[in-house]
């Protein structure tokens, strides 16, 4: 596992996107494995003014989201369906259909892998870290050879996410790519930033493996990069 600090949540994204960029000049087919969150939408927004200006960037890219709730369409304002379109998909050259975000209404997460292995396997996944190590949403438990199925949030996962749902109605399942999926991507960069996730930083790097630490899973990976602003870091790092 490779470390990077990064001294603001801008440069952290500006490199972000460059990682992306790159991987899309290098092959432009490429499979990416796609994070929603806080987190990931500065890479995003770096992506898209980048694109405005490079000829068809994103045209034969493939992209698959990690997860969805459960029970929301994708036009709900509180769905990643909705995220991807908004900061994503509706200002790249993408391909409607090789975007994939799992299905809340009628999941299929058999169907999800199948698309997933149709298309060659994950190339390259950005992931987000959830403070208690989620990743996708894995919570803590997972089994680390778990596929793509559905899921219970935990109440701390709800409450996080609460702000994207003011009604209340915060969905109590998700359908997410498993631990197991996720690690067959080619390669991994995971996305850390703001003083919330410190905690969860420091015991990524504590290498304590095992599922009570989803993202801990990522030290059995020979390709990931951990890319954390300086106010995630750890103040040893
Ligand atoms: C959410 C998502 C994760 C995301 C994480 C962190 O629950 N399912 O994929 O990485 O939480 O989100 P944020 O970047 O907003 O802190």
Redesign the pocket.
């Known amino acids: 596992m490779r470390w990077e600090t990064f001294d603001s949540y801008e440069s952290l994204s500006a490199h972000a996107a460059e990682l992306l960029l790159d991987a899309i000049r290098e092959n432009p087919r490429i499979v990416l494995g796609l994070?929603?969150?806080?987190?990931?939408l500065g890479m995003y927004a770096r992506v898209v003014s980048e694109c405005a200006r490079e000829y068809r960037c994103f045209r034969d890219v493939v992209t698959f989201n990690?997860?969805e709730y459960i029970g929301i369409a994708r036009e709900h304002p509180g769905s990643?369906a909705t995220y991807m379109r908004e900061h994503l998909f509706a200002h790249v050259d993408l391909d409607p259909r090789n975007t994939h975000v799992p299905d809340g209404v009628t999941p299929d997460p058999a169907g999800y892998e199948q698309q997933i292995r149709d298309a060659g396997g994950l190339g390259f996944t950005f992931?987000?870290?959830?403070?208690n190590g989620?990743?996708?949403?894995n919570e803590p438990g997972t089994p680390f050879d778990s596929r793509t199925r559905i899921v219970e949030?935990t109440e701390s996962?709800r409450r996080?996410?609460a702000p994207h749902f003011p009604d209340g109605d915060v969905p109590t399942h998700?359908i997410?790519m498993g631990i197991a999926t996720i690690l067959e991507s080619k390669r991994i960069v995971l996305?850390a930033?703001?003083e919330?996730?410190r905690e969860a930083i420091e015991r990524l790097r504590s290498h304590d493996a095992g599922p009570a630490f989803p993202a801990s899973a990522l030290w059995l990976h020979s390709d990931v990069l951990v890319l954390c602003a300086a106010n995630a870091a750890s103040s040893s790092s």
Not at 35 to 40: A, V
Not at 127 to 131: A, F, K, P, T, Y
Not at 134 to 137: A, M, W
Request: net charge positive; charged share 15%.
């Open positions: 994070p929603t969150g806080r987190t990931p990690l997860d990643y992931l987000g870290l959830g403070r989620h990743i996708g949403f949030l996962t996080a996410n998700a997410t996305l930033s703001s919330g996730k």
